[in-house]
């Protein structure tokens, strides 16, 4: 049996009476809703509720799931003890959920940190869904037990396939299923909010909201991972989850409430499957999109991102240096320079190494180097494998001379990267990357790269790059 329901919902602490103490009032259209929804949730008297939570246990490879049989929770870190929580797992759904993805080699299981106590991300949800329950205890016989899923760092895409694996779960127990997408919008969408406003807030709501209110979980994908991050959001990656969770299947989608009253964005959806629709392989729709793209970007790429792209695939393939071609422009065989050889999956970067000063013979010795590092020896991520060379997006940054500058005055985010110096440590941030708006952000993550700290003194060099595409 697949999942009989889902449903997108905030998690404000502010709403549980006990902890608003009033201020929830402002709110109460999301209280109608919530309780609307909860009132639906206990009628489908569902055995099992999954519930997907920005505040689980989260790993930025790796998707967790709460293991154990019981779990706690209260709102006591909230000024409100008083609302507590116990809850069953549905340790055979669990164990089902952590089975698949060991056959699929897929990220996702128990592993790791054993946090019983409950966040808010869930208990939020719970007490609308217990409160009903109370309420309707007549004439609701079925109590459920819980799942507790997090987000991970990953890309979006393996966020659908961890859904499309929790989907696979509950088929195979034949689990009465609910699943719930925790997550809060927009936290910028004003400027007396907690965390101040960015155009980005109340555009991501506005989008949101809408391709949630029709379903059209494939526009999930279209949302840039910098633009969430200006946006400031919490949910995207759960609802990505619940899409999974959803895929192949038609739904009768319904929006039931959005506010932003204090700041923060909170949206209410239902989703009702209605049997099965392979127009709603969205994953797939995504990919093969996605390769046509990169298929065009290869065939337009340069002589410096196609030479990028044979060294990675010799090494990665065969493990061998690429000897350079003798067909290059006479530039790349003479002239030297540092260069930064990017790499994106999905995306997301999977990898990014470079040289400040040349160190190879010539240009094209030195995007082999680098390509090769970028690809296999970037001590943020584990070496790209075989399979995941059609889905690479390559790019190749050819830095000028540095240039000492007295002030971050003579900085330019756009134009310029920056080299932050201290204490024998050197830390480089290429310019124009998405996300990076402000000469501080530029600093302030060049510093961190380099480990020099916030308040340490710095020497600073600008330089200017070519990038080939």
């Known amino acids: 049996m697949p999942v009989i329901a889902a449903f997108m919902v905030p998690h404000p602490p502010l709403i549980v009476p006990a902890v608003g103490r009033g201020g929830e009032a402002q709110i109460a259209e999301t209280t109608k809703a919530y309780e609307e929804i909860a009132s639906q949730i206990a009628a489908l008297q569902p055995e099992t509720i ?22 706690f929770g209260s709102f006591s870190q909230f000024r409100a003890p008083s609302v507590s929580f116990h809850e069953k797992y549905d340790t055979e759904l669990v164990k089902r959920i952590t089975e698949l993805a060991e056959k699929n080699s897929f990220p996702a299981g128990s592993l790791g940190e054993r946090d019983r106590e409950l966040d808010h991300g869930v208990m939020v949800p719970l007490y609308f869904i217990r409160k009903k329950y109370q309420e309707m205890k007549n004439t609701v016989k079925q109590d459920f037990k819980i799942v507790r899923v997090g987000l991970s760092g990953l890309p979006l895409t393996d966020h659908y396939r961890f859904g499309q694996l929790i989907r696979e779960a509950v088929e195979k127990t034949g ?6 997408a925790s997550g809060d919008l927009s936290h910028k969408l004003q400027a007396a909010g907690p965390y101040g406003f960015a155009p980005e807030g109340p555009e991501y709501d506005s989008r949101i909201m809408d391709v949630c209110s029709r379903g059209a979980f494939g526009e999930l994908f279209d949302f840039e991972e910098s633009f969430c991050e200006k946006a400031a959001e919490c949910g995207h990656r759960s609802f990505v989850i619940m899409a999974g969770v959803l895929d192949g299947t038609a739904v009768r989608a319904k929006a039931y409430s959005h506010q932003d009253i204090t700041g923060v964005g909170y949206g209410i959806c239902s989703f009702y499957p209605e049997g099965e629709d392979e127009k709603r392989r969205f994953l797939d729709t995504y990919l093969v999109k996605l390769q046509e793209e990169i298929e065009t970007q290869k065939d337009n790429s340069d002589e410096y991102v196609r030479l990028a792209r044979k ?14 071609p003798k067909d290059l422009p006479e530039e790349m065989k003479t002239k030297k320079a540092g260069t930064f050889v990017s790499i994106h999956e999905y995306g997301h970067l999977r990898g990014c190494i470079g040289t400040i000063l040349p160190v190879e013979s010539c240009i094209a010795q030195e995007i082999i180097s680098n390509a090769i590092s970028a690809s296999t020896r970037d001590p943020r991520f584990d070496p790209i494998t075989p399979a995941e060379l059609k889905w690479l997006e390559i790019s190749v940054d050819i830095l000028g001379d540095p240039v000492p500058i007295d002030s971050p005055d003579q900085l330019d985010v756009k134009r310029y990267g920056v080299i932050v110096s201290a ?13 990076v708006d402000t000469v501080e952000q530029q600093i302030s993550i060049a510093r961190q790269k380099a480990g020099i700290g916030p308040e340490e003194k710095v020497s600073l ?9």
């Open 50 to 71: 999954i519930i997907s939570s920005p505040h689980a246990v989260m790993y930025a490879d790796y998707f967790h799931i709460s293991p154990g049989k019981e779990a």
């Open 175 to 180: 689990r009465r299923t609910v699943f719930v």
């Open 311 to 324: 060294a990675l695939e010799s090494w990665i393939l065969e493990k061998k240096r690429l000897p350079m």
């Open 423 to 435: 204490r024998g440590k050197r830390g480089l941030l290429l310019p124009d990357l998405p996300g």
């Open 461 to 469: 060099q600008r330089f200017e790059v070519v990038r080939h595409l």
